[in-house]
């Protein structure tokens, strides 16, 4: 158990290295000698290598990885196009939101994408969980609590992307490269916690019963 959770504050430890404090170093030891610009798209760099590592890790691509691969994306075609160096920290935020919509639009079709994304999930975990799971898919109480879900996530991300948004064009861009990613754990954290809760509330009621 020790091992465990060493291993865990080891990786964590990682985490913010990659995703917090190596994206700031790269930005601001190669400002001075590639500009802005390239200073800004250099700093994608070790959140690239991270989601690298966790895909040969774990042998798939997470929402985090699609996002950052997302914003690399649309950094290069913003930078092809002549973009500004604000307009290219806006990267990652335009995928969440776009992301987020995908979320609200997926519930209106009844479609829910967090009964898509833990149907998948539990199918890679374990056959009888999965099972389990979905035995509860033409229930109408299960069906509601996916649809809420997924709006809340939606609507979440989406209101991440415009506080990412303002804070873009607020805050100098080293601060923006430390700022940003916080945010983005803080809401991402704030939905599990909300789900989690939500969850329990759902079970007591009945509503996940099959």
Do not use: C
Request: aromatic share 10%; charged share 15%; no cysteine.
């Amino acid at each position: 158990m020790k091992g465990i959770v060493t291993r865990k504050r080891v990786m964590m430890a990682l985490e913010i290295l990659f995703n917090f404090l190596l994206p700031w170093t790269v930005y601001h030891f190669s400002k001075p000698h590639i500009g802005e610009i390239h200073a800004i798209m250099a700093s994608a760099a070790p959140p690239i290598v991270w989601s690298l590592v966790e895909f040969a890790r774990h042998r798939r691509i997470d929402a985090i990885s699609v996002m950052v691969l997302g914003g690399i994306a649309l950094s290069l075609a913003g930078f092809a196009l002549g973009g500004s160096p604000k307009l290219l920290l806006m990267r990652e935020s335009l995928v969440t939101g776009l992301i987020g919509f995908i979320f609200i639009v997926s519930a209106l079709i009844r479609r829910p994408l967090i009964y898509v994304l833990a149907s998948a999930s539990l199918k890679r975990q374990s056959a009888e969980d999965s099972a389990e799971f979905e035995s509860y898919r033409h229930q109408p109480g299960f069906r509601r609590v996916m649809t809420v879900m997924t709006i809340v996530w939606g609507i979440g991300l989406v209101v991440e992307t415009a506080v990412r948004s303002v804070l873009v064009f607020s805050l100098p861009v080293g601060r923006f490269l430390i700022v940003g990613p916080i945010v983005g754990y803080v809401t991402i954290g704030l939905l599990m916690l909300w789900t989690f809760l939500y969850g329990r509330s759902a079970e007591k009621a009945g509503l996940l019963e099959g």
